[in-house]
């Protein structure tokens, strides 16, 4: 029996404050996956009143599985090494709140995060470390039959596949990894791609390679997904002909890429077309004291390890441009 | 073979040493037809031996219905949490709470036993007046990151009104409630066999849910 324990969770030296509406914090970081915890240490380490509001400590590091790039371990899996950073933001005291989403910012001298509840916190300056989620298909039947064939996550609902026929869309890593855990359960896999090939990692094509219940589709696109109460078939597009046919599947798993969390700010900051925040190299957005940092912002390369080093050096800006400020 | 390896058990330990008072795990199982009762039976009891505060009561659902009735068991294997004074805490797991449920199992014995979890005035509110009685279940899987935080929605609403029961139902072993409640995507809550929503979602989820029934 296996167990995903995160003993941090449970860490005695809790030190999660609370919020408070009439405390003026130095910097209040948006978002808790490398990127803002990493930026969260170095404000604290600067002494500067700290804020971090989060849904998921960890962000898309507390989804993966095994991770086999970010120095200093050969393998670790996803939870453990959450916990670590967790263990690390968790000697200080900093204010922290999970419950309630941001809603939007203002900027100023001081400026303002509004909560979706309704509160609203000051701060003279930002750290947006929102990071990215899951890009959905936007066709007909998608977000109805959520739950009900239609999945994000193939580790969580591979087992109600089991010996039934999937379709899984995009052929990048996350693509191909999905394939992989449905093929070991399927009894089919079919895998739709835009392109005439898999941009997944070699590594991973060919570990899905090995499995004889897998199907490819290059230069195909999904158009619809039907069903009554649960998927019952996909409309695929041809790519080069433009024939549309539909084939009998039970589930569709979209592993499309990410979008950006940014749209709490977009009226606020300037963004690429990818909705991605623009940053110079000091994690400058185009408003003073207002940084970006990690899967968020137009950074290339969205990887742990490069998300740490932004926050960090978001949280050295901030600190630079607090001290820059006239006292008041 | 034992079921924690020594590493996992020095990480249970540290937890299980912030619990506050004793709680009682009380297991029921079956001797037949019920592949996973074995299993469930060494978990509970291997939990037990890591912390002092930990007991176990083992009953069967057949021969023990007072007990089964008494918690309202209707399937093995079960886990019902009872507080210090053996109080039901209405926290309840049917299933083994493996892979990332261990976190929600772990969570629910801290908060069975008393360690105190802040909850905010207005959602505190909400939760004292629930008058009617509400069954929240949440399908899990145990590879799924993002259940445990599900399962602890519905069991922190259990213990903190007497109305509510909350269960985690694993879907491997009762495969025959994933098909029943329909469920191909985890994690799923079911409240009262009226509503449901899919995904983790904040609390306040849930008392929509409730304050409609």
Redesign the interface.
Known sequence: MEFNLSAGLFSEGQKFESFHEQTLYDTIIIGAGPAGLTAAVYCMRKGLKTGLITKQVGGQVADTAGIENYLGYRYINGTELVDKFREQVMQFSIAFESESPVQSLQDGQIKEIVLEDGRCLKTRTIIIASGKQSKQLNIPGEVRLIGHGVAYCAICDAPFFVNKKVFVVGGGNSGVEAAIDLAKVAEHVTLIQRRDHLTADKILIDKLADFENVSYLFEHIVTEIKGGNDVESVMIQNKKSLLISEYQTDGVFVQIGLIPNSSFAEKLLDMNKYNEILVDGYCQTNRDGIFAAGDVTSVPYKQIIIACGEGAKAALAATSYLLNQPKE | MA??DEK?RQ??K??L??MKNEVTIVFFSQEIECQTCR?GKR?VNEIASISDKILVEHYSLVTDKDKSDLYGIDKVPAIVLLDKDKNNTRMRFYG?P???E??SF??SI?AASGKEE?I?KP?KARIDKIGKPVHIQVFV???????PNAVMAGHLLALENENVTADMVE??TFNHL?IRY?????P?VVINDKYEF??AQ??TAYLDAIEKL
């Open positions: 079921i924690f996992t990480q249970l540290t937890v040493d912030q299993d978990f083994i493996g892979g990332y261990i976190n772990l969570g801290l802040a905010p959602i899987s145990l590879g799924c990151p993002h259940c879907t491997s994933a329909n469920v191909s995507g985890v799923k899919i995904g904040p609390i």
